[in-house]
């Protein structure tokens, strides 16, 4: 099922340390976005948001805050993979729902919001 794409993330520990390595699984299909989990950020520091977004391939991943399409400023940033990225952080700013939604060449689109 194209819901079953995405990132996974596959994580060791042992008495010598952790290390993780991820890889994207792409599954034919419309796009689909899971849930966006509450995120709490800390002001100061860097906030990274991840379009968790299946279906293959996706054309294009944006992100709207308000009804207005980031990046609104110099501190937010979308880079290639759909990854919204805003730094500093700012409370009053940055609190608030967040929706990220995906297309594919053929025009089909989905949304999920997150708050932060």
Same mark, same amino acid.
């Given at each position: 099922m194209v819901e079953d794409g995405g990132e996974y993330t596959c994580t060791a520990e042992n008495r010598a340390g952790k290390t993780s390595?991820?890889?994207?699984?792409?599954?034919?299909?419309?796009?689909?976005?899971?849930l966006i989990p509450k995120v709490t950020a800390v002001a100061g520091e860097t906030l990274r948001l991840k379009c968790p977004v299946a279906g293959y391939p996706i054309e294009e991943i944006h992100w709207e805050r308000g009804g207005s399409e980031l990046p609104v400023?110099?501190?937010?940033?979308?880079? &290639? *993979?759909?990854?919204?990225?805003?730094?500093?952080?700012?409370? /009053? &700013? *940055?609190?608030?729902?967040?929706?990220?939604?995906?297309?594919? /060449?053929?025009?089909?689109?989905a949304r999920r919001s997150g708050e932060v």
């Amino acid at each position: 099922m194209v819901e079953d794409g995405g990132e996974y993330t596959c994580t060791a520990e042992n008495r010598a340390g952790k290390t993780s390595h991820s890889a994207r699984l792409n599954i034919y299909g419309m796009p689909y976005i899971r849930l966006i989990p509450k995120v709490t950020a800390v002001a100061g520091e860097t906030l990274r948001l991840k379009c968790p977004v299946a279906g293959y391939p996706i054309e294009e991943i944006h992100w709207e805050r308000g009804g207005s399409e980031l990046p609104v400023d110099l501190r937010q940033k979308v880079q &290639a *993979d759909g990854t919204l990225i805003i730094h500093p952080v700012e409370k /009053k &700013a *940055d609190s608030g729902v967040y929706t990220c939604w995906a297309r594919n /060449k053929q025009g089909h689109s989905a949304r999920r919001s997150g708050e932060v």
